[in-house]
């Protein structure tokens, strides 16, 4: 292997996952100063990101544009297709979980991590990676990463301020952003309990309070729940995800489920406040804000929970501890400390 051999990194799946790639991206770009380091994630993700892989000179890599010539891919979430894909680009080193039979088909080594089982933090099991890899090929990895902010991009910021101007928002003013919407991944709160938490926040004062929706059908009836209660409530429709990381790093605070806009707004160097599940393969021993310059506050039910990968729903005792879950003095008092 060359002494500064090209790197492929790849992760393909959420947008909260590829954020907690990045420090991971930056561990491999200052243990590889010299070399030609791409990243393959989904375009959505991409945009999100743009900013700090173009400060790290790290190349956008798609599915569709990838070519032979790497030296190294690490495939970060690993599934048939990209196995094949991977494969078919004859890269000589490829990496990738070895927990999977069919993963040694498709890839040359790897490094066995049971990330379901929640031992380490998402992040830290990404470096892990790197680090193998790079040991692999006799480079020393770096230990130290400093903690991450995606870089301001300016034409977004002025976009991002006109957002909020349009929906009677102002950006000099502190605004405190609950994006309660996310995929499903993890157990959520409901509606009822969303309206609770928006009662507490209206007692605060000096503060903009917005709601941000995405498309999916549970945002959209969250949405007129809360309209119905709250007429003068400033709602923030979906935007592009670029002017989206600009909102949120305009705003004061941020309160969301363990979700891709609640890992952007703390690599913008936002304050968050993550709501999360006790379930182990959800805990926020695994997913919580890690690795970004915003303060990350995160509260999940306290009971000893038996799931391991997915709520046991009524054959649980402690069902259902999210809405048991006294929320808004909990947030009442992380207010006080903040104050």
């Not at 949120?248 to 993550?274: C, D, E, K, N």
């Amino acid at each position: 292997m060359k002494a500064s051999p090209s790197l492929l990194v790849c992760r393909t799946d959420h947008l909260g996952d590829v954020l907690l790639t990045l420090p991971a991206l930056k561990l491999a770009r200052q243990s590889l100063p010299h070399s030609r380091i791409g990243f393959m994630c989904q375009e959505n993700a991409y945009q999100a990101i743009r900013p700090f892989l173009g400060s790290e000179t790290i190349e956008y890599i798609s599915k569709e544009n990838l070519v032979p010539g790497w030296d190294i891919s690490i495939n970060l979430f690993d599934d048939v297709s990209m196995g094949r894909l991977l494969k078919s680009a004859k890269i000589p080193y490829r990496v990738a979980n070895y927990t999977k039979l069919l993963s040694r088909w498709y890839y040359n080594d790897g490094y066995p991590q049971h990330r379901s089982q929640a031992q380490s933090h998402e992040s830290e099991y990404n470096s892990q990676m790197i680090e193998f890899a790079l040991r692999k090929v006799e480079i020393t990895p770096l230990s130290t990463i400093p903690p991450i902010e995606i870089p301001v991009d300016t034409e977004e910021k002025i976009l991002a301020i006109d957002a909020l101007s349009e929906i009677g928002v102002k950006a000099d003013i502190p605004i405190t952003i609950v994006h309660p919407g996310m995929r499903g991944s993890a157990l959520n709160l409901s509606a009822d309990s969303y309206f609770k938490i928006f009662q507490e926040l209206m007692k605060k004062e000096n503060s903009q309070l917005l709601l941000s929706v995405g498309p999916e059908s549970k945002d959209l009836e969250l949405e007129e729940t809360l309209k119905q209660n709250f007429p003068a409530l400033k709602i923030l429709k979906a935007l592009p995800i670029g002017v989206f990381r600009e909102v949120l790093r305009l705003a004061a605070l941020v309160i969301a489920p363990s979700t891709g806009p609640l890992h952007l707004a703390h690599f913008v160097g936002t304050t968050t406040y993550g709501i999360y599940s006790p379930v182990l393969s959800h805990h926020a021993k695994r997913w919580r804000p890690q690795g970004g310059t915003g303060r990350a506050q995160t509260h999940a039910p306290n009971v000893q929970c038996p799931a391991t990968r997915h709520c046991l729903l009524e054959k649980c005792r402690e069902f259902n501890c999210m809405e048991k879950t006294n929320w808004t003095a909990i947030l009442a008092d992380r207010f006080s400390e903040r104050a």
